[in-house]
């Protein structure tokens, strides 16, 4: 009997590519076609954003904790969001939270530690970059981080919001991400985190500068050893 894991789910493609590799990587533990029992709850985009916009991160974790008491109410045992940038609102919800959750930072932080890994350039929104959500659990594993610069982080933010979100992929937005990722690099870096879980759809091992720390896929592949093999 396999756990039943719970998906809050923010913007679309994300957390798409987050239950397919749920359920196609699934069959790797559990037989040709199998993978745990998936529920997943999404909100309007557009209402989370209405409160990223203002900074408003305890109504966020109103809206996510929204989303964890529908997906516990229809048998979820644990919980998991595909997108990081809103991991900023979790202290808001954790204490009420109906079910525990799993930490994509902490998930990302682990898979850096166990690579030996020792300095990771930072990718995603600009509201995840200038967080304290991974720079916390990479400090707690004693890894050191980069931050791109802040003209940097305004054109990333863009690229995302405005096209990797609704599925659109240009090859000016794969060059700009390579560009900043190399620069990086100079700086001494050893990995890339792709920071938003929609950056693994245009980049990846194959065409990244540096190697890549994959949020979307390992918190993923954390859920299904979690449903699998329990707490």
């Known amino acids: 009997m396999t756990g039943h894991i719970g998906i809050v789910a923010c913007s679309a493609e994300g957390a798409a590519l987050c239950y397919r590799t749920i359920c196609s990587e699934g069959a790797q533990w559990l037989g040709p076609h199998g993978h745990p029992e998936v529920s997943m709850h999404t909100p309007p985009f557009s209402e989370y954003m209405e ?50 959750w799993l930490h994509i930072a902490q998930v990302v932080a682990e898979e850096a530690s166990r690579r030996g890994l020792g300095r990771l350039a930072l990718t995603g929104t600009k509201w995840l970059v200038q967080s304290e959500v991974y720079p916390d659990k990479l400090r707690e594993r004693g890894l050191e981080f980069v931050r791109p610069e802040e003209g940097e982080r305004e054109e990333i933010n863009r690229i995302i919001m405005d096209e990797l979100v609704y599925g659109v992929f240009k090859p000016e937005g794969v060059a700009y991400f390579q560009r900043v990722i190399e620069r990086l690099k100079g700086e001494g870096c050893d990995a890339v985190v792709l920071g938003c879980t929609e950056i693994p759809l245009i980049l990846s091992d194959a065409n990244s500068p540096l190697p890549t720390l994959d949020s979307t896929r390992l918190i993923a592949r954390a859920a299904l050893r979690r449903a699998i093999d329990g707490p």
């Not at 305890?58 to 964890?68: F, K």
Request: net charge negative; aromatic share 8%; with cysteine.
């Open 51 to 100: 409160h990223i916009y203002r900074g408003d991160w305890p109504a966020v974790g109103e809206m996510m904790l929204a989303s964890a008491q529908k997906l516990a109410s229809i048998g979820a045992d644990f919980l998991i969001c595909p997108d990081n940038t809103i991991h900023q609102a979790l202290p808001y919800v954790l204490e009420r939270s109906p079910r525990p």
